[in-house]
């Protein structure tokens, strides 16, 4: 809810300012060029900048006779003005050690002239003015919405500069570019939104009058020039300009201006009438001009232009991460308030997602007012007749991530009408809590006294079509709308994104039980990590089957185990090496190794190995790992051994604690972990990582043993862990 409300910030900043900013970063990549250029000019004199005043205006006084001002630029190049002998007024760079005219000052460009006025005003005057200062406003909001949403993204500060999952290019690159960039061009921002301010006068950044009787100056003593302190004091690198005195009569004077003051003083004693320091908001300015124009050298003017056109990149990339998005949104086309149909959404993988849609489809086609959403997002919906809610169960029965807050919201919203409502409960019958969760919302939803039951709850083994279709036709029969399974839930055809890869090794079968491993090459480029799934469809219809994905040398390693008889592991044993086949990968973001960690405990039974495999081997920042797995024999292990014997000489896996359960002292991890109590309460207390992979039987009897070392060794509670991301388990 909050990153939406900052995501929704972020892009409606964006949105609203996105043609002034495109504007403004092509005329400020443009402008950018007119420092460089400048500065490619060669009138720098070695050494200038380490002259008096009091060496500096005699040689002037001498070589003209006729001054009006002498100017330090940005770039070190002292600029003189001055009359000729014709009385035209003349601009000139010069040698301040010898008086030398080194070139005349060019008036600005006319292509920068311009590009200026655009950049600045829009050719719009005051109105252009105020909306750049806008623009420039809303792009500091912009860029500090962008920098919570990747702290947000990273779940920590910490791990602001962390690894970033790809998920496509643009959110990718939106990130990983934007997290960098961001910090000059909210520098951009924040001094252009200052100069405009000071420009309508919202803050006195003027420079401060100075007020003096020159009346009754005095005109004795009168060193020469060169003898003023003031001027002795006073080095060319410390002035910004000097300003002559108009005339030789006794009330004019030369005017002094510095970065931190201005100064009056008399031209005949030499001494200071007035000065006057600037105020911070004028110092503030002059900062703000300085390098927001890019005078403060060549390096920070391309800095500017990069990261003005990275403002360009942000804005495309943004874009085509909204379209995506809207793409991906579920496509309401009706309010929650206005629908008559509410269906409730619970799944990890995307399955009940697509049955749902499919009936969402249906029903919206048949002009009912039908509104889809998840689990979690249950609230009040005033209208709605007939609730239906399909939902899937995750692990030892809990629920998917997308409906953990489905039954406190049930009981916080209760409805003020009668309504009827019906569950689809997907699941596989291969695990003892087969759709449990789903069975659990239809007891809760029928507790609700407003609430009848359309249907008795349905349960879909392994996305069966057949169990579908029964659910489809009963709750047709008893609400008189008609909905059925379409061909797109039947077959493989909606995964746009299967991938071709080519099987590039196969071990034989462990004799002990029935064990192999596989690695596969995906064709084309593919983002996956260990810990994602590997999803394949074996008979090429609705039936999936997902393996842990350990990544080696970019290749996806599968460890697996035999069913007889069984549909994806007898189809993975047929694969051969050079065989070809087409699976999905699906990210799965709560079982990855953690970005920042003091240390990781791996505990795994049986082919749950698979995924730390790939972790150990991509663990070349050499994170404390303490790997306890179990199996049936020392055989089974045989597998993975020279591979962890040779991760554990180059320090990427810190200890390796193995049990076996059929053969010698027939242990299961749970023994080793109790008997490693001390040393794991250690590991967790400073702020360690929990992974658990195998058998949910396992993961049960794991979080036990857990729950008492948390309890007695570091007086933490595991439920606390795990809902802080601490203990993250992926079981089958
Ligand atoms: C998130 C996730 C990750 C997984 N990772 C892996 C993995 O890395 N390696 C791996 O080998 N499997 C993994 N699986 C299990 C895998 O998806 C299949 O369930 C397994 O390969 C059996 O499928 P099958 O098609 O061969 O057997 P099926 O055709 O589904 O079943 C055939 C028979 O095998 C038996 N059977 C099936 N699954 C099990 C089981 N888990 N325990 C006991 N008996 C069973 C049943 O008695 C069943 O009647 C994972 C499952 C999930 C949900």
Redesign the pocket.
């Known amino acids: 809810m909050i990153i939406s409300v900052w995501r929704y910030s972020h892009l409606l900043l964006a949105v609203s300012s996105f043609l002034l900013l495109t504007l403004a970063s092509v005329t400020g990549i443009m402008l950018a060029f007119e420092p460089i250029a400048d500065k490619m000019q060669e009138y720098r004199v070695d050494g200038a900048e380490n002259l008096a005043l009091a060496e500096v205006v005699p040689v002037i006084r001498k070589s003209f006779k006729d001054v009006q001002k002498l100017n330090i630029d940005d770039n070190g190049f002292v600029i003189l003005e001055w009359t000729d002998s014709a009385g035209l007024a003349q601009k000139s760079y010069i040698n301040p050690q010898t008086g030398k005219i080194l070139g005349p000052v060019k008036e600005q460009s006319e292509f920068f002239k311009w590009a200026t006025a655009l950049h600045r005003s829009l050719f719009l005057h005051e109105t252009g003015r105020f909306l750049v200062g806008l623009a420039s406003f809303l792009l500091i909001l912009i860029g500090l919405s962008g920098i919570i949403l990747v702290i947000q993204r990273q779940k920590s500060i910490k791990r602001f500069f962390s690894h970033i999952e790809r998920l496509n290019w643009a959110q990718y690159y939106h990130v990983v570019f934007g997290r960098i960039v961001l910090f000059p061009i909210l520098f951009i921002a924040i001094t252009a939104t200052y100069l405009s301010v000071s420009r309508f006068e919202w803050i006195n950044a003027a420079e401060p009058k100075l007020q003096a009787n020159t009346d009754s100056l005095a005109e004795e003593p009168k060193p020469d020039v060169k003898d003023f302190p003031f001027f002795r004091g006073l080095k060319l690198s410390a002035l910004q300009s000097l300003e002559f005195p108009f005339s030789e009569f006794p009330e004019d004077y030369y005017t002094i201006r510095q970065h931190d003051r201005v100064v009056m003083l008399n031209q005949f004693t030499g001494d200071i009438i007035t000065s006057q320091n600037h105020s911070a908001a004028a110092k503030l300015g002059a900062f703000s001009l300085r390098w927001h124009t890019g005078r403060n050298g060549i390096v920070w003017a391309i800095v500017m232009a990069i990261s003005s056109g990275y403002i360009l990149f942000f804005i495309y990339s943004g874009f085509v991460i909204m379209w995506r998005r809207r793409a991906n949104v579920l496509k309401n086309r009706f309010s929650a308030e206005e629908s008559q149909i509410v269906i409730l959404v619970g799944s990890e993988n995307g399955t009940s997602m697509r049955f749902a849609r499919s009936v969402h489809q249906q029903l919206v086609l048949q002009g009912k007012k039908v509104y889809l959403t998840d689990m979690d997002n249950y609230r009040k919906f005033p209208l709605m007749e007939h609730l239906i809610v399909m939902t899937s169960t995750y692990g030892l029965g809990d629920p998917p991530s997308n409906a953990h807050h489905f039954p406190a919201r049930l009981s916080k919203h209760p409805q003020d009408h009668a309504f009827s409502f019906s569950v689809v409960a997907f699941g ?1 019958r ?1 695990y003892a809590d087969y759709c449990k969760f789903g069975l659990e919302a239809d007891l809760m939803l029928g507790h609700g006294q407003w609430a009848s039951r359309s249907t008795e709850v349905f349960t879909i083994n ?1 996305r069966s079509p057949e169990d579908f279709a029964a659910w489809c036709n009963v709750w047709s029969l008893h609400t008189g709308m008609a909905v059925s399974v379409t061909p797109d839930l039947i077959g493989t055809n909606h995964h746009r994104d299967l991938r071709k890869m080519i099987v590039k090794q196969k071990t034989v079968m462990t004799a002990s039980d029935d064990t192999f491993l596989i690695r596969l090459t995906p064709q084309k480029k593919a983002t996956v990590r260990s810990g994602d ?1 590997l999803a394949i469809y ?1 008979a090429d219809d609705h039936r999936e ?4 994905v350990g990544t080696i040398d970019k290749d996806i390693q ?6 007889q ?6 189809f993975l044993d047929g694969l051969s090496a050079g065989s070809a086949i087409r699976a999905r990968i699906v990210k799965n973001e709560h079982f990855h190794f953690p970005a920042t960690t003091s240390s990781v405990i791996m505990i795994s039974n049986g ?2 190995i ?1 995924p730390f495999l790939g972790m150990i081997s991509d663990n070349k920042q050499k994170v404390p790992v303490h790997l306890f797995c179990g199996f049936r024999y020392r055989r089974s292990f045989e597998l993975y051994e020279d591979f962890l014997v040779q991760q554990k000489a180059a320090d990427q896996l810190a200890s390796l604690h193995l049990g076996l359960s059929r053969e010698g002292a027939h242990e299961y991890v749970m023994n080793l972990l109790s008997r490693a109590a001390v040393e794991v309460g250690s590991l967790l207390a400073n702020d360690g990582v929990v992974m658990i992979c195998g ?1 949910l039987a396992m993961q049960k009897d794991v979080l036990e043993v857990l729950a008492v070392i948390c309890k007695e060794q570091v007086g933490l509670d595991v439920d606390t862990l795990h809902l802080n991301g601490r203990i993250l388990t ?1 079981c ?1």
Request: no cysteine; proline share 4%.
């Open positions: 596989s291969t392994d799934l074996p089957r997902l393996y842990s599968l460890s697996v185990k035999y069913y008889g069984g549909l994806g592991s007898t082919t749950g698979a058998s992926d089958y």
